[in-house]
């Protein structure tokens, strides 16, 4: 059973810059395809980058491409979301998702993905 962890969320002024962190509890992720996903209040959830088990294959949504970048640590033990610029209307619950993965794989789609993590909440606000 795959237990992910989120962290580095937090209180960040308009301009500011987080680095999230979506580890596994006593296990490491370089089997699994990782996605980071948000929600904010009263919105639905949207995928926001995700990232194949190797690296190779990525993908950010078009909202935030020239401001997040995911990456992986070449241990495999965490799985990164590097926000800069943050906006207001990057408020939210940021989860990240994991599904074991045999080949490249990289997909907003929520369903898809079968362990979650219970989230860090990020305030982008002055």
């Known amino acids: 059973q795959l237990q992910l962890v989120e962290s580095g969320g937090g209180l960040v002024q308009p301009g500011g810059s987080l680095r999230l962190s979506c580890t596994g509890r006593?296990?490491?992720?370089?089997?699994?395809?990782i996605a980071w996903f948000r929600q904010a209040p009263g919105k639905e959830r949207e995928g926001v980058s995700c990232?194949?088990?190797?690296?190779?294959?990525?993908d950010t949504a078009d909202s935030v491409k020239d401001r997040f970048t995911i990456s992986r640590d070449y241990s495999g033990k965490a799985v990164y979301l590097q926000m800069n610029t943050l906006k207001p209307e990057d408020t939210g619950v940021y989860y990240c998702?994991?599904?074991?993965?045999?080949?490249?794989?990289?997909?907003?789609?929520?369903?898809?993905?079968?362990?979650w993590g219970q989230g860090t909440q990020v305030t982008v606000s002055s």
């Open positions: 990232i194949s088990r190797s690296g190779g294959t990525s």
């Open positions: 006593g296990i490491t992720l370089d089997a699994y395809a």
């Open positions: 998702a994991a599904v074991r993965s045999v080949v490249p794989f990289c997909s907003f789609g929520g369903s898809e993905y079968d362990w």
